[in-house]
């Protein structure tokens, strides 16, 4: 197990590349072993939960390369629609081999998914859109057995929540599914769109996508392609906040700045000075900031485009050091605080009632060993540390390293004083 240790208190400067989005990858990967043919991957993250998915492919049968940030996926020799156990069950996003499996094969056979713990994060809408589709599904020993003997056939589903997994995942089976398939309540995430875009690339006809109806008309013959996914809006956000946080003046290269006004508008309020540009090859945004307390500000996390709750851990290291007090709002997940006592140790006062916390912000933070319970508490703690006074070590990197490349080489080229150490 590694750990990060960070020396707070250095202002950020320069510039950084956002990677490709990891739940775009999560899950257009999977859609690749749909297609009778090879597909070629590019702009994917260097993250954990990429590599962990390409040795469950290679497991099952499918040949993978990888070549720099791309991977070139050949579903031809896949045999076997069954995931192993011990790897899907650290992966959130494995549900994506249900619809993906179902469909190609008529039957697929995964474990229900593992990933970070911040709620109960059933998976009732993915079942029940699949059930929708034709499919019978049971399961046993942790293991969700799905078939479809007939065939999948297109239907109209409604999700009683804007689930972007269930959405995806709805979207994947019904891309092979016979007829059309309409999804109302649809979740509109970038991501959703990117995948519907690669879905069309492959043969399949989706429309809608990015809105709340999404029709699908499948295909039985979808075709491999070469595909770039868009860039990471989370990361994006993440960086946008570290240099927020840590004070100075931070290009964020590679992104969609469509894709982070709810981040932009927060920081913006919060008094920091935010700009997007565009260098003729690439869009990128530009946070300029003192490193003084900011303004305090109150945040509801909401399906997009409100603001992302995969955000919320990390901002609020910043509203720690607020100029009064800010209440929070989780209103996707039920158990997303915690970070919540690791800040406290540094010194935060934050206390959370049900899905609110309410955070009185203070004059410093100091650095402390602290651990990372999940990826996006992970992100809080190294924004905290960023601004801590002090030395803050983070234990549990592991979780960092499921969503973001190379963190510490980049916060390291922005002038972080941070290291890596075994
Ligand atoms: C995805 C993202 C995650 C992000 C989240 C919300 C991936 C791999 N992960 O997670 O980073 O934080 O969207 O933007 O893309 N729910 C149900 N039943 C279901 C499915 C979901 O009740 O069948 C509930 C969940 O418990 C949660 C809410 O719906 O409270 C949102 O979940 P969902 O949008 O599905 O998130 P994930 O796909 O898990």
């Known amino acids: 197990m590694e750990k990060l240790v960070i020396r707070g208190g250095r202002p950020l400067s320069g510039t950084v590349s956002i990677s490709g989005a990891k739940n775009a990858a999560v899950a257009i990967l999977p859609a690749a072993l749909m297609a009778h043919g090879p597909s070629v991957i590019e702009n994917l993250p260097d993250i954990e939960d990429v590599h962990l998915l390409a040795d469950i492919f290679t497991r099952m049968g499918a040949h993978v390369e990888f070549e720099g940030e791309s991977m070139r996926v050949d579903p031809n ?3 076997n629609p069954r995931a192993d156990f ?20 008529g039957h697929a056979e995964v474990a229900l998914p593992g990933g970070c713990d911040i709620g109960l994060r059933p998976i ?13 599904t049971r399961k046993e020993g942790g293991i969700l057995y799905a078939s479809a003997p007939n065939g999948l056939r297109g239907a109209d589903i409604y999700l009683d929540f804007a689930s972007v997994g269930a959405t995806i995942n709805i979207m994947l089976a019904a891309a092979q599914a016979e007829g059309l398939t309409e999804i109302s309540n649809a979740a509109k995430e970038p991501h959703v769109v990117d995948v519907a875009n690669f879905l069309n690339c492959l043969g399949a006809s989706v429309k809608g996508a990015g809105t709340d109806v999404i029709r699908i008309r499948g295909s039985k013959h979808l075709s491999g392609r070469s595909y770039a996914i868009i860039p990471d809006q989370i990361e994006a956000g993440t960086y946008m906040i570290a240099a927020a946080a840590a004070g100075g003046d931070v290009v964020i290269r590679n992104v969609i700045p469509t894709h982070l006004e709810a981040v932009t508008a927060k920081l913006m309020e919060m008094g920091f000075q935010v700009t997007e540009g565009d260098n003729g090859s690439e869009f990128f945004m530009r946070v300029v900031s003192d490193g003084k307390r900011p303004r305090s500000v109150n945040i509801k996390t909401l399906p997009y485009p409100g603001f992302p709750t995969d955000l919320q851990q990390p901002i609020m290291s910043l509203l720690a050091r607020g100029r009064g007090t800010s209440e929070v709002v989780e209103n996707i997940f039920e158990d997303r605080y915690k970070q919540v006592p690791n800040l406290c140790r540094m010194g935060a006062d934050i206390s959370v009632n049900g899905r609110v916390a309410t955070v009185k912000g203070t004059e ?7 651990a990372a319970t999940d990826l996006r508490a992970g992100a809080a703690l190294v924004i905290a540390g960023l601004m801590a006074r002090g030395t803050t070590t983070i234990d549990h990197v592991e979780y960092i390293d499921r969503g ?14 941070i290291e890596r150490l075994p």
């Open 86 to 105: 011990s790897q899907v069950s650290r992966l959130r996003a494995s549900y994506y081999l249900l619809g993906a499996m179902l469909g190609r094969f």
């Open 77 to 79: 020799g896949m045999v």
């Open 404 to 417: 973001y490349a190379h963190i510490e080489a980049k916060l390291r080229s922005l002038g972080a004083d």
């Open 364 to 370: 410093e933070l100091s650095g402390c060993p602290v």
């Open 124 to 136: 009732d809408l993915h079942i029940k859109g699949m059930e929708a589709l034709g499919a019978v």
